[in-house]
């Protein structure tokens, strides 16, 4: 198994589901628990250990869902309310290196996250099929992308993350 992807890579879905976008949606709805419950217990050692060589540390993994997911929120209130918005791409492991990120206790972000996850699955579950057709563009991939598929990669990386976590917490016998 590939250790930065533990639950391998995204696989952009080949058709409209709705009973896929109803466990995508069910999905970011649960992360905040997922999470919580894989760094539950933790010594502050164990958080500032990474979950792989040269990869982030827990903490650094908790504050990245944060930052990842704040701006998912955003792009989708765009998307909903903007014709073709241009989302602005951020540098995720800049941000990972910034003081709060990787040395900010994580509970701060784990409240973020649940009420933000609140508020994202709320909007989701709002909208209609049609909705998820609409789209952003994405200057640094060059490509516009859909609503249905943008929840279907934050569902799959709230997943791939928290894997991270537990897999790091198996291997180490926490």
């Known amino acids: 198994m590939d250790v930065r ?21 069910n999905d970011i709805k649960s992360l905040p628990k997922r999470l919580r419950e894989a760094v539950d217990g933790l010594s502050e050692e164990q958080l500032n250990t990474p979950y792989r060589e040269g990869g982030w540390t827990v903490t650094q ?16 209130k765009l998307i909903v309310t903007e ?25 701060a972000s784990l409240k973020l996250l649940e009420g933000l996850h609140d508020r994202w699955a709320a909007l989701l ?16 991939l060059k490509t516009a992308m859909d609503l249905y598929t943008c929840v279907a ?16 917490r198996k291997q180490k016998g926490w």
């Open 83 to 107: 014709e073709l918005p241009t989302v602005k791409p951020f540098e995720e492991n800049d941000w990972a290196e910034t003081a709060e990120a990787s040395s900010f206790p994580i509970e």
């Open 5 to 25: 992807y533990p639950i391998g890579k995204f696989v952009k879905p080949e058709s409209f589901s709705e009973e896929d976008l109803k466990s995508w949606i």
């Open 153 to 168: 990669i934050y569902a799959w990386h709230g997943k791939h993350h928290v894997a991270h976590i537990t897999n790091l």
């Open 125 to 140: 579950e709002s909208l209609e099929p049609e909705q998820f057709q609409r789209k952003l563009y994405h200057p640094i």
């Open 61 to 76: 993994v908790v504050h990245h869902l944060a930052d990842v997911n704040m701006n998912a929120f955003v792009r989708t």
